[in-house]
């Protein structure tokens, strides 16, 4: 990091300068810290949630910012949403008073994921997600939710038994 007139400029801002020559712009941010556990928040720690539904599916984006602790989601909130003080500050009362409800993590995760990948990406994963852990009806999934859920749980051709998936996952022959 390197001072000229007074500005701030890191080694790549500098590189990028005099090769071509030209101005470079660079904008940093505060290191995240989850308060729960004291570690940072970024792909070193493990666990990383990439925005490139190659590297995470839209299921995995959507339960990474779902499973956030309480004492993290509103901060994350502010961060990583578009949402305005008033309705964080809502939200915030809302989980305080009951904060088994997961409201906050469920605001979280509905907002960052529909600015990553798109609303009807983060409804198909909603209605997936209720049909595994909230008693959605499986037959009202559409094809596209078929596809992210056979994406998530692992899957067998209709003629294997029951013992020859179990053997074949175990074995990692399927």
């Known amino acids: 990091m390197d001072r000229i007139n007074g500005a701030i400029y890191y080694p790549a801002c500098i590189l990028i300068r005099k090769k ?23 792909k070193s720690e493990g666990g990383a949630v990439w925005l490139d539904e190659v590297k995470t599916s839209v299921y995995k984006f959507y339960q990474f910012w779902l499973n956030v602790d309480d004492e993290s989601a509103i901060e994350y909130m502010k961060i990583f949403t578009m949402l305005d003080r008033d ?24 907002e960052v994921t ?14 997936v997600t209720e049909v595994l ?4 009806d499986f037959n009202k999934l559409s094809d596209d939710d078929l596809g992210a859920l056979a994406e998530e749980i692992p899957c067998v051709d209709a003629g294997i038994d029951v013992i020859g998936a179990l053997v074949g996952f175990w074995c990692g022959w399927l």
């Open 20 to 42: 071509e020559n030209t101005e470079v712009y660079a904008m940093t941010a505060p290191l995240l810290i989850n308060k729960s556990t004291g570690r940072k928040f970024g």
């Open 87 to 110: 309705t964080i500050e809502a939200i915030a009362e809302n989980h305080a008073v009951n904060p088994g409800a997961r409201s906050a993590q469920k605001v979280l995760a509905r």
């Open 114 to 127: 529909d600015i990553v990948h798109g609303s009807a990406r983060r409804e198909s994963v909603e209605r």
């Open 133 to 136: 852990f909230g008693g959605g």
